[in-house]
């Protein structure tokens, strides 16, 4: 069933437990995260990039063919369809396209620049039903080999965004996009105290899931962060599994490859498998197994 993400991530900011959102980059991706959600009954978020809709064919296209999977596959639990990273116009378009969420990343812009476009964008959002999540002190990452280490956001300015009613929060807390470097600090759990506090009880979002050491995890969902992004994670292991899969020669178009191994339906299901596994590994550690009601 697709839904906003406001009440399944109020119910685990509640319960203290996260909920995953997991970055889709084609059909078999979406899939398999929607099959393991179902059999675990966790709620689920997909997130979607700008870049990877566009890959897809665009947003209309994502937004059909998620919506179609989850009818056809009789999936039953919650499943969020959530715009990630969103620019101004990219979440206007999601809104329009069929979405249930969408982040708008205004942690670029000039704080009060950010603050304009976040309240119109909590208006058009919630006048459709849509759920909103807001940045405040942007995620680092590496880009073209640089490696930033992430933000610490502003507990003043986390408050003031929370206060426009968004519906849930990404604040920086020293967490960055992709793989660590090997001399990440870790996470600034001081800082997010100072957040929770100050924005009195809205969910927050960790964003830059993959590599964070277990016990930061826990740590940080028992200090108020709901919901979890992972996209490198599915990444590596969907790669890894292919990557094994055509060094074995599963894939090589010999006349006595009688499987067909190099038909994408089996090039394709390591990975698929793959990712499965790693989604079910992550709602474990998020808590969110049977949570879907
Ligand atoms: P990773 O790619 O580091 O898992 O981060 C995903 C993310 O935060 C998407 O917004």
Redesign the pocket.
Known sequence: MLVNATRMLKKAHEGHYAVG?F?INNLEWTKAILLTAEELKSPVIL?VSEGAAKYMGGFEVVAAMVKALDHSLGITVPVALHL??GTYEGAKKCIEAGFTSIMFDGSHFPFEENLAKTTELVNLAHDKGLSIEAEVGA?GGTEDGVTADGEVADPAECKTIASLGVDFLAAGIGNI??IYPTDWKGLHFDALEAISKATGGIPLVL?????IPDDQIRHAIKDGMSKI?????CQLVFAQATIDYCAAGKANPTADNESKGYDPRKLLKPGFLAIQAKVKEKMELFGSVGKAE
């Open positions: 959102q970055n997130g990630d990273h995620i996009h992709g964003h830059g899931g993959t590599g992004n992972v996209n490198t994670d």
